[in-house]
């Protein structure tokens, strides 16, 4: 029988129907491949990858005074102090009796115990182990020279000595009255040196910088005011000093750049990163993040005239900078981010069953995170 005009429109309807389902079909395989690879590129951008971190248990405890030097680990257990590799491994021991204290350099180390002075290289070799003229409040050390302040808290005395211990400057006069703070060397050579102290006689409570030319002549002396001093970055032949309201910028002579001022009230310094050319990155806290037992939501960055806030994937216990990659260590994550970008990549911590994260103390130079759980001290490898 010929077709009907009835049965020809039906026929044409039906075909444009099943058109449209698959168009319809075909638009929704696409909104959910789309859908996959956004889910997929956010899962990269906040999950990372599991196979780019390992860990290692070191032969430590959290309360052994745990310090990153260069690529080895430093700890101290009330008789000795003990140089590890980034693994575990030990690599020297140095017995310096009790009551110990120590501070590092990129190559040194200064270790005090009573009115005992040690100097010892990175093999652990002392190249000096004398008993001064009195107790030694604090030391530092830098590439060529160590200082210590010896004597009575209001009355102290500076003493520079070389590397293998020999005498090079002495002051016994200039700190009278004054409690010492802090000290370090800089310059190209480390021919410079500064000084913070706190003058607590006056009517009211005033903060000190002092620097000079070791062994030859003091160079610049600043009054701070009265908001604490408590970190000294030097960079690019300029020393930033950071206090609880402000970081100010001086020369050698500590002459100020009014122009390098910032205020950082709100926040503190937290770690650093100087290349061999080009600004600093200067990486700051929220000052409620004052103790390992709490925790930071954001950071600051500070290099050149760039000030750069990040908002953390969820509450971390500490942070620090190497190279261009920001770490931050919440208890069950690492974060890393490009300092240019605001996105943090995420790493499980899986440590070991049901631990989690309790302290940070510092990334090694071969890029290495330590970390504590409970007593238990970690050393993770850094993804890239």
């Given at each position: 029988m010929p077709r009907t005009k009835k049965s020809s429109t039906l026929n044409t309807l039906a075909r444009q129907e099943k058109k449209l389902i698959l168009q319809i079909r075909n638009w929704i395989i696409l909104i959910v491949v789309?859908?996959?690879i956004g889910l997929g590129i956010y899962a990269l951008s906040h999950l990372g990858s599991v196979t780019e971190i390992s860990s290692v248990v070191l032969p430590c405890y959290a309360d052994q005074d745990v310090t990153p030097f260069g690529d080895s680990i430093l700890y101290y257990d009330s008789a000795s102090i003990h140089c590890l590799n980034a693994t575990g491994g030990v690599r020297w021991s140095l017995p310096v009796g009790a009551n110990a204290h120590f501070s590092v350099s990129n190559t040194h180390i200064v270790v005090w115990s009573g009115s005992r002075l040690f100097i010892v290289d990175k093999e652990g070799r002392p190249s000096y182990n004398e008993t001064q003229l009195a107790e030694v409040q604090f030391a530092r050390i830098g590439s060529k020279y160590c200082a210590a302040v010896i004597g009575d808290d209001t009355k102290p005395t500076l003493i520079v000595r070389a590397l293998d211990g020999s005498s090079v400057d002495q002051e016994t006069e200039a700190y009278n009255n004054l409690m010492m703070l802090d000290a370090g060397f800089f310059g190209e050579a480390d021919q410079y040196m500064w000084t913070l102290a706190m003058d607590i006689y006056g009517t009211a409570i005033n903060t000190k910088l002092n620097t000079f030319q070791v062994g030859k002549?003091?160079?610049?002396?600043?009054?701070?005011?009265?908001?604490?001093?408590?970190?000294?970055?030097?960079?690019?032949?300029?020393?930033?000093?950071?206090?609880?309201q402000q970081m100010y910028t001086y020369d050698y002579k500590a002459v100020q750049d009014m122009s390098n001022t910032r205020l950082v009230y709100g926040w503190y310094y937290l770690d650093s990163y100087v290349p061999e050319r080009g600004d600093a990155y200067i990486l700051l806290a929220p000052n409620a993040k004052r103790t390992s037992t709490q925790t930071m939501t954001e950071l600051r960055l500070l290099t050149g005239s760039v000030d750069r806030r990040y908002t953390l994937p969820s509450a971390c216990l500490g942070a620090a900078i190497q190279g261009k990659n920001l770490y931050a260590i919440s208890r069950d994550y690492l974060y890393r981010a490009d300092v240019g970008k605001q996105s943090f990549y995420g790493y499980p911590l899986k440590l070991s069953r049901d631990s989690q994260v309790t302290d940070f103390f510092g990334l090694t130079s071969n890029s290495r995170a330590v970390v504590a759980c409970g007593d238990v001290v970690y050393s993770i490898s850094l993804p890239k």
């Open positions: 789309v859908l996959l002549m003091n160079t610049g002396v600043v009054s701070l005011g009265e908001f604490l001093a408590y970190k000294v970055l030097y960079e690019n032949s300029k020393l930033h000093v950071f206090t609880t």
